[in-house]
């Protein structure tokens, strides 16, 4: 049986990266959200320019998930500035973890936070953290199993829609 990899994005990779994104962020949030809000976040976060613009911080790293040159999942962190909120130079943020839906429940979202732990042991720091949707009961989960526990909230927008994200953290030290 082929092994999964892991592998770092890079500008190269840039349509596949918007590709899968797209699709897997229609894929989780589509049934919830109205057509506009998802038409608008669609375009304007995960258009090519600003693919590119966050590929490009040095701050932040993408990872996919493949299996036979497929790719079915990917990986977001970020460091220091590039974190949407906290900007603690002693954490990582994971920003995204987004698996197709027709692979879930196959350890593929369990491979890439482990590369996130990883990345975030060899730099020695202290925690992890995340925002996830209230209503993304499936991350949740996810999140809670593997330790994380809750510590705040903060607003997400969708379009013209405010939700409610939970910040998730995980102590490494």
Known sequence: MEQMEIKKVNELDLEYLQAISKKTFFETF?????????????SESLSSSQ????????????????????????LKVNFGTAQTELE???????????????F????????????????AKE??????????????????RFYLKNGFVEFNRHLFKLGDEEQIDIMMKLNLK
């Open 88 to 102: 603690d130079v002693n954490a990582l943020e994971i920003e995204r973890i987004y698996v197709l839906k027709e």
């Open 123 to 140: 730099r020695d720091l202290n925690y992890v953290w995340l925002g996830v949707w209230e209503n993304n009961q499936r991350a949740i």
């Open 51 to 74: 693919l590119l613009k966050e590929l490009n911080n040095e701050n932040s790293q993408f990872y996919f998930a493949s299996l036979s040159n497929n790719i079915l999942g990917y």
């Open 30 to 42: 589509a049934m919830s959200n109205s057509k506009e809000n998802m038409d608008k976040y669609l």
């Open 104 to 119: 879930h429940g196959k350890q593929i979202g369990q491979l890439l936070y482990q590369k996130a732990i990883e990345i």
